[in-house]
């Protein structure tokens, strides 16, 4: 059972990342189609370069081209770095305010020692951001960038990086990878057990 709560709590939370992914998904999509359609700098560069190319308008072209290519690629990177930068203030505020994130209230658990200091909940936020999240989109990132066999290793260190966070999770001790580092465990709260009645006397 507390197995299947800490599995719940981290399904609550890594939803609430994928909503934010898919914003900011969204959001990427609309500033890279805007470069296609209102470019005024980029369109002021490409007529200036097509002046000053003497003819060569294929080269002029593939400027302007690289031109919205660049910033489409920054435009992700940013958005995969405020993607980051929000998961580790989430869990950051949440262990540092509350001692739990939403996943954890809501499925009665609780991050101790109870309200850690925020260096704690600081490390504790950076080592689950970056098994949940971070390397992985240091992998998206460098695939953008064209770093296909460098993202492949990437990925296989966000896959490996995740499972030693969350396999020992499973084990007796049930402390994950970033509870170690911050020196924290995760307990139940809200379920007491039954107590006891005493056996009735008949007479």
């Known amino acids: ?21 898919s914003a900011l998904a969204v959001l990427t999509f609309h500033r890279v189609s805007a470069l296609v359609t209102d470019v005024p700098e980029l369109a002021t560069r490409g007529g200036f370069d097509l002046l000053t190319s003497r003819g060569d308008v294929l080269d002029a072209s593939q400027d302007l081209g690289l031109s919205l ?7 992700v990177e940013q958005a995969f770095g405020l993607l980051v930068l929000t998961v580790f203030l989430y869990q950051w505020a949440c262990l540092a305010l509350a ?13 101790t020692p109870n309200l850690p200091p925020r260096v704690r909940a600081a490390r504790r936020a950076a080592v689950t951001t970056a098994a949940d999240v971070a390397v992985y989109a240091v992998a998206c990132v460098l695939l953008v960038e064209g770093q296909i066999v460098l993202s492949v290793l990437v ?7 995740f499972l030693i966070n969350a396999l020992p999770v499973l084990s007796p001790g049930r402390r994950s990878l970033a509870d170690r580092v911050a020196g924290t465990a995760v307990t139940g709260i809200g379920f007491s ?3 006891a009645m005493p056996p009735v006397r008949t007479s």
């Not at 399904?11 to 909503?19: E, G």
């Not at 290519?69 to 435009?75: E, N, P, R």
């Not at 990925?155 to 990086?161: E, I, S, T």
């Open 1 to 21: 059972m507390p197995k299947l709560r800490r599995a719940t709590a981290w399904l609550v939370d890594f939803t609430l990342v994928v909503a934010l992914a």
């Open 69 to 75: 290519w660049d910033k489409s690629v920054l435009y």
């Open 99 to 111: 001692g739990r994130t939403i996943g954890k209230a809501l499925a009665g658990l609780r991050v």
């Open 155 to 161: 990925w296989a260190v966000a896959v490996v990086l």
């Open 193 to 195: 057990r039954p107590v």
